[in-house]
């Protein structure tokens, strides 16, 4: 069984910073693509950012220059350091990652954190 688990969402003030983790359990053979994607009520998911094993990053227009992707191999982390935050990004960030167990290679999601701006 894997899982993610993520932590650091909150309420913060406009032009200020939080950083999201995401760390991956369970029977782990590899963890190729992680990655970051938000939901705001009557909004289709969108992809924020996302990072490849070897440590290549993309990023949503929206965010590049104010947001940066980070993982840890060894600790199975991905992490999302939000700086500049403006109230258009309040959302539930939900973690992604594409993980081969010993059995087969799958999607997986966290729970959700949410993350509000105030202006």
């Known amino acids: 069984q894997v899982q993610l688990v993520e932590s650091g969402g909150g309420l913060v003030q406009a032009g200020g910073s939080l950083r999201l983790s995401c760390a991956a359990s369970?029977?782990?053979?590899?963890?190729?693509?992680m990655g970051w994607y938000r939901r705001t009520p009557g909004k289709q998911r969108e992809l924020v950012a996302a990072?490849?094993?070897?440590?290549?990053?993309n990023y949503a227009a929206s965010v590049k220059g104010r947001f940066t992707i980070s993982r840890d191999n060894a600790k199975n982390t991905v992490y999302l350091q939000m700086n500049s935050l403006k109230p258009e990004d309040t959302a539930v960030y939900y973690c992604?990652?594409?993980?081969?167990?010993?059995?087969?290679?799958?999607?997986?999601w966290g729970q959700g954190t949410q993350v509000t701006v105030s202006s």
């Open positions: 990072i490849s094993s070897g440590g290549s990053t």
């Open positions: 369970g029977s782990i053979f590899s963890i190729n693509d």
């Open positions: 992604n990652a594409d993980i081969a167990t010993d059995k087969w290679e799958d999607d997986y």
